[in-house]
Nanobody, 116 residues
Framework: QVQLVESGGGLVQPGGSLSLSCVAS????????LGWFRQPPGKQRELVAT???????NYANSVKGRFTIAKNNTRTTVSLQMNSLKPEDTAVYYC??????????WGQGTQVTVSS
């Protein structure tokens, strides 16, 4: 089992910045991809960004140029720097870890609210 704990959510004004962090623990051996997903109110969960152990990144078009995903070398921490935030970025943000095989793992989520 892999446990994921997110932190860093909160309330921010449009145009502001927030940084999210996720710490993985437990059986982290074999984790290949770490990522962030979000679920806006009344909508389905969607991809925000992912990063592989090799450092390859993938971003949703809606966040390209504004969000940056990063990880540490031990595959235990993944962060999401969010700049130029918009009201439509309001969502519960979830950390995700995928191994080379088997199901993925999810954190409990952290709320990000962008509002004036």
């Amino acid at each position: 089992q892999v446990q994921l704990v997110e932190s860093g959510g909160g309330l921010v004004q449009p145009g502001g910045s927030l940084s999210l962090s996720c710490v993985a623990s437990g059986n982290i051996f074999g984790i290949y991809t770490l990522g962030w997903f979000r679920q806006p109110p009344g909508k389905q969960r969607e991809l925000v960004a992912t990063i592989t152990v090799g450092g390859s990144t993938n971003y949703a078009n809606s966040v390209k140029g504004r969000f940056t995903i990063a990880k540490n070398n031990t595959r235990t921490t993944v962060s999401l720097q969010m700049n130029s935030l918009k009201p439509e970025d309001t969502a519960v943000y979830y950390c995700n870890a995928q191994k080379t095989s088997g199901p993925g793992y999810w954190g409990q989520g952290t709320q990000v609210t962008v509002s004036s």
